[in-house]
């Protein structure tokens, strides 16, 4: 036997079925009309469903072998707006000279027109259309309805209607306390960063006068003979650092020898700058003139 028709499925909510051999004796649609040699039926299976559920759509073919040629027999049938679930399954069985065609799909209904009303809402497919060539000549037709299929909606309209939750005790919110006022607190705060903002500078004060005072306990040169030192240590520094060593020498030996001071302040700021042989032999005459 020759199947002749496909089923088509589209998720747009068409779904077109032609098939030509089903099997599986069911009861047959109160609403088929056929001819003798020629019957089909179409049922659903729930014949109520939710949004969204699962239904089977069932088409039962009776066709009489002796008078129509059977492996030629075709079935068309629109399932719109339902989409399948997968591959219709087709089955077919022989009974003296009757031959029974079943077509079951699975299908499911998701488009915006399946979407119930407050209540339920029903659909109606198109018709199912079954032919088939007359071995004597012509072609013999069969129509059936499909029963309507009620879609009963998942959230009621009690279900959306506004309400206020009931509860056991008051959910207000009770009024705060504090241990301590928040201005209180915040100004306690203000007192203490500053506070310890002092203590940081004074604690890093005294460890400067400390470092200092190490230091100085650490050298024990008369301020001359630092002076001296800075002299010889600037010979090698730029000229800008050799005129305020010399000066410097100058001043102190101001106390000690007035000559010696002239000429340290004459080099310091003579022109051209004091060179590194000049501070040498200036440091010299210090050293020896004078000590340190």
């Not at 040169?221 to 800075?230: I, K, M, S, V």
């Not at 410097?248 to 020898?257: I, W």
């Amino acid at each position: 036997m020759e199947a002749v028709g496909a089923l088509t499925s589209r998720a747009s909510s068409r779904a077109a079925l032609v098939v030509a051999v089903l099997l599986a004796a069911v009861v047959g649609s109160p609403r088929a009309a056929a001819t003798p040699e020629l019957t089909v039926s179409a049922t659903f299976d729930p014949s109520t469903a939710l949004f969204g559920d699962r239904v089977v759509a069932r088409v039962v073919v009776q066709a009489d072998r002796d008078a129509l040629e059977t492996d030629r027999l075709r079935l068309v049938a629109d399932v719109a707006p339902l989409s399948s679930l997968g591959p219709a399954l087709v089955s077919s069985r022989a009974h003296a000279h009757r031959l029974v065609v079943t077509y079951e799909l699975a299908a499911v209904c998701i488009v915006e027109e399946c979407l119930a009303t407050p209540d339920a809402r029903s659909i109606r497919l198109p018709p199912v259309r079954a032919d088939a060539p007359r071995r004597q000549g012509g072609l013999a037709e069969a129509h059936a309805l499909w029963p309507l299929l009620r879609l009963g909606g998942r959230v009621k309209a009690a279900n959306l209607a506004r309400s206020r939750p009931p509860f056991r005790s008051d959910v207000s919110a009770p009024a705060p306390t504090y241990r301590v006022a928040p201005d209180t607190l915040a100004l306690l705060l203000d007192v203490a960063a500053a506070l310890l903002a002092s203590a940081a500078f004074g604690v890093a004060a005294w460890r400067v006068v400390a470092v200092v005072r190490r230091k100085r306990a650490l050298d024990t040169r008369t301020e001359l003979a630092r002076a001296l030192a800075a002299v010889r240590d600037a010979e090698s520094a730029p000229p800008e650092q050799r005129r305020r060593a010399v000066g410097l020498l100058a001043r102190l030996l101001g106390k000690r020898d007035l000559r010696l001071a002239g000429d340290a302040a004459d080099l310091a700021w003579s022109e051209p700058k004091p060179t590194s042989a000049q501070l040498a032999e200036l440091a010299d005459r210090v050293a020896r003139e004078v000590g340190s």
